[in-house]
């Protein structure tokens, strides 16, 4: 057992690139896997952007990469952009051999290349679009309301990161030409490359990037809701949601596997077949995080589920799990931990949301041989009281 | 910096690979192919039993792939692990991904399904439902109606997964261990571990498969129901192009199909345009499928009618280069995480080929040349397509 233990360990380390440049830029060489996926996480977001102005950043983002589209195209390479709260990601997936062009181009876009008019019209008209249509989402308009919730209506990260379909269509060519100057710097960037890859074949990399610690804007302490926040939201079903904040010295892992377990106890069931859908997620950004728990269920009991939520999570601060129960759950915890981490690109997305977090360029993507029963109980323990948030049509407040 | 084609090799490294015992012998084991990719502690294993269904039974494999699959779902979720059951045209599959450390469990859990299902009158009910559903989805939306009347059209001998009705019927009322007996033999089974495992603790863990249980069910007909008497929905003019190219060297017609798909693509950007190499033990063969709005299917059609042709006249070396260097990382991308991986080494292996024949695949894609597509074109152009139309539908006006 412990032969595998180590195994694992050697597995999931991170090799630090040894160079001046370390904490920018970070390789996890892995013979044998067939492609090589490159992470570049810039720190802006929501936080730096003017008001009237939400979501410019997405906006940058995908406006200064789609004029690269045809090149990564050519290489057979695939780029995703995702706007996060405090930052935005860019993900390309490439072959061995196309991989430091891929990158280099995602690179010289974003650090050299001015804006495109032409293309920054095209992504406003789509991006536009493409709010407009997720603002009748239910999933979208819970996260919206929990983001509110947790962080507080002034906070810039209580706001949806991608901004609305009104302020993307306010933001001019000039205004992103500007912001793209502003706030897609080098100081701001970390990188993560994941593959087939030699650790001297990042030095390309190294011209894009500036020494020392990442730029952040910072950001005010949030201000969550001290009461339950409820939403009226036009559906035959209810979504109730538990957010948990924590610290930025939270046992992070010990959070996974408490959410997996909670989460687990409140799902559908033999015993509880009215739970349509159930989620458990560990969002982690500098100075803290949030464990969130969701379920969607019959609009008359959202308020019996939203406790049956908190005493889910109760349940393990209360007593420590005895040994054999916390090793079976331990053993699926480890298998679906592992699986979130099977393609390249995840554990690029990792590596370097690590290194954005806590300047970490080595050890394991993911902590788990460490973990114990009593590490578990302590990360429940240290739990607060979850802001809670209601989305649904509530059909008994209304007959009141 | 790494050697490229150093990576290329890591990338598709030849496996370790232990082949069947002969059909017979004393003791057969299952063909093993390991590749061992160390990125993260997590194996993948697939297994697959290369048998057609039985006469008159079309459909059986994958009914008992709906009776097993809850229960070896159930095992898996306990480590955390994710379970995938197909029936393609060359095996019935399953796919579990879980834990490197978890192996032997993983290869029990997996062998259970080596044996036939021992189903209550419900479950088998509930399966012959799904797989009833399954089966008429197959002929009620168009892409899928268009590949299927292809498929049957070029490989009359590849019945459909999902099977037919009457040979439902019959595995209503049918002894299912028969019909597994009929199917089942130690030596057909194909075992592919990618991960971060080695050869040996592979085969320890798949040492002990199940003996062939005797003479199984009688063979019978299976009677497919005629396409052109189904109606499927349609927003659009579908229409498909299906050419037998048994003959044709696998890299080139490969090549080939992805040559034509992009002349096609350049040519119809209003339409939705597919070109696939089909590839089973059935034979090989090339299908083109085509989506367009009701008011350009007519000059579509011109368009598709003369593609060969056209992509013939306007064929260069460097086309054929960028094409098959686009295949080939493709297939990279593809099978970047082992599950994947253990899909593409799989295909092959379930087609009766040799271990290493994907990666003498993918280097065989590297050198084709002009001439060799040329020569595929020239296979394709001489040959009768198959045809298969289906015209959008129109609501009748009161």
């Keep these: 057992m412990r032969i595998r233990s180590i195994a694992a360990c050697i597995a999931l380390c991170v090799l630090p690139f040894p160079a001046a440049a370390q904490e920018r830029v970070v390789v996890r060489p892995e013979p044998g896997t067939p492609v090589v996926a490159a992470e570049v996480l810039i720190a802006v977001g929501p936080a730096d952007e003017a008001a009237g102005k939400e979501g410019i950043t997405y906006l940058t983002a995908r406006s200064v990469t789609a004029p690269i589209v045809p090149i990564l195209d050519s290489l057979t390479a695939q780029l995703t952009v995702v706007q996060h709260k405090d930052a935005v990601s860019f993900t390309v997936i490439a072959a061995p051999d196309t991989w430091e062009e891929a990158t280099r181009t995602l690179l010289v876009a974003l650090f050299r290349d001015p804006v495109d008019s032409l293309a920054t019209v095209r992504e406003r008209t789509a991006t536009a679009a493409e709010l407009e249509a997720r603002e009748a989402s239910p999933a979208d308009a819970l996260a919206r309301q929990v983001d509110a919730a947790v962080f507080g209506q002034a906070h810039p990260w209580g706001r949806a990161a991608v901004g609305t379909a ?11 030409d500007a912001f793209l100057r502003a706030g897609f710097t080098a100081d701001r960037a970390v990188v993560a490359i994941v593959g087939p890859v030699d650790p001297e074949a990042a030095q390309a990399l190294r011209g894009f990037m500036d020494p020392g610690p990442v730029r952040r804007t910072e950001v005010d302490a949030p201000a969550p809701a ?63 995080g949030q464990l969130r728990l969701e379920l969607v269920v019959p609009p008359r009991e959202v308020e019996d589920w939203a406790e049956r939520l908190s005493a889910a999570v109760a349940e393990y601060a209360g007593e420590a799990l005895g040994e054999a129960q916390f090793s079976s759950r331990l053993r699926r915890f480890r298998g679906e931990r592992m699986l979130e981490l099977e393609s390249p690109e995840a554990r690029a997305r990792a590596l370097a949301r690590r290194v954005l977090v ?7 993507l993911a902590d788990l041989d460490g973990l114990t029963a009593e590490r578990l109980h302590r990360a429940a323990r240290a739990l607060g009281d979850p802001v809670i948030v209601f989305l649904g049509p509530f059909v008994e407040q209304r007959r009141e | 910096m790494l050697n490229l084609a150093v990576a290329f090799a890591v990338a598709f490294a030849a496996p370790d690979t232990v082949p069947p015992a002969p059909a017979g012998a004393a003791l057969a084991e299952p063909a093993i192919v390991v590749l061992r990719q160390p990125a993260l502690p997590i194996v993948a294993l697939r297994l697959s039993l290369l048998a057609d269904d039985p006469p008159g039974y079309a459909g059986a494999g994958h ?18 692990g994710r379970v995938q059951a197909i029936r393609t045209s060359d095996a019935v599959v399953y796919t579990v991904v879980g834990p490197a450390a978890e192996l032997d469990y993983l290869a029990e859990t997996l062998r259970g399904v080596l044996r036939a299902p021992a189903a209550g009158t419900g479950e088998l009910l509930a399966a012959a439902a799904a797989v009833a559903q399954e089966r ?9 109606y268009v590949r299927a009347a292809l498929r049957a059209r070029l490989f009359p001998a590849d019945l459909p997964a999902a099977g037919t009705d009457a ?25 592919v571990a990618v991960g971060d495992v080695e050869i040996a603790g592979v085969r320890r863990a798949f040492r002990d498969v199940p003996a062939a249980a005797g003479e199984g069910v009688a063979p019978l007909a299976d009677t497919v129901r005629a396409f052109a008497a189904d109606t499927p929905q349609a927003t659009r003019g579908w229409f498909g192009r299906g050419w037998n190219a048994p003959g ?46 009701d008011s350009l299917v007519p000059v579509a059609r011109r368009t598709v009618e003369g593609s060969l042709a056209g992509l013939r006249d306007n064929l260069d070396e460097r086309l054929v280069r960028d094409a098959a260097a686009s295949v080939r990382r493709e297939m990279l991308f593809f099978a970047r995480t082992p599950e994947r991986m253990a899909d593409v080494l799989g295909a092959f292996s379930d087609r009766g080929e040799e271990a290493g024949s994907a990666q003498r695949f993918y280097a065989a894609v590297a050198r084709v040349t002009e001439d060799d597509v040329r020569a595929v074109l020239e296979l394709l152009l001489a040959a009768q397509p198959a045809v298969v139309e289906v015209p959008a539908q129109r609501l009748n006006r009161r």
Excluded: C, K
């Design chain 1, 358 to 364: 806590t300047g970490r360029t080595t050890g394991a």
């Design chain 2, 167 to 191: 040979a439902m019927a019959r595995l209503n009322t049918a002894r299912l261990d028969e019909v597994w007996a009929a199917m089942y033999r130690p030596e057909r089974v194909s075992i």
């Design chain 2, 63 to 80: 009914l008992m792939q709906h009776l097993l699959l809850p229960r070896l779902e159930e095992r898996v979720a306990r480590v955390g």
């Design chain 2, 136 to 144: 008429s989805a197959e002929r009620e939306i168009a892409p899928q």
């Design chain 2, 248 to 293: 044709a060297d696998p890299a080139a017609l490969t090549v080939t199909a992805r040559l034509l798909r992009n002349h096609l693509r350049r040519r119809m950007t209003r339409s939705a345009v597919d070109v696939e190499h089909w590839w089973t033990h059935h034979g090989q063969g090339l299908a083109l499928v085509v989506a367009t709005a």
């Design chain 1, 226 to 288: 001290d009461r339950p926040v409820r939403q009226q939201y036009n559906s035959i079903t209810a979504w109730v949601a538990a957010v948990y904040p924590f610290d930025a010295d939270a046992d992070e892992e010990a959070l996974r596997m408490l959410a997996r377990l909670a989460v687990e106890r409140v799902s559908f069931g033999p015993l509880r077949p009215q739970v349509y859908d159930s989620r458990a997620e560990v969002t982690r950004h500098a100075g803290g």
């Design chain 1, 166 to 176: 009104a302020s993307v269509r306010r933001v001019r060519v000039a205004d992103v």
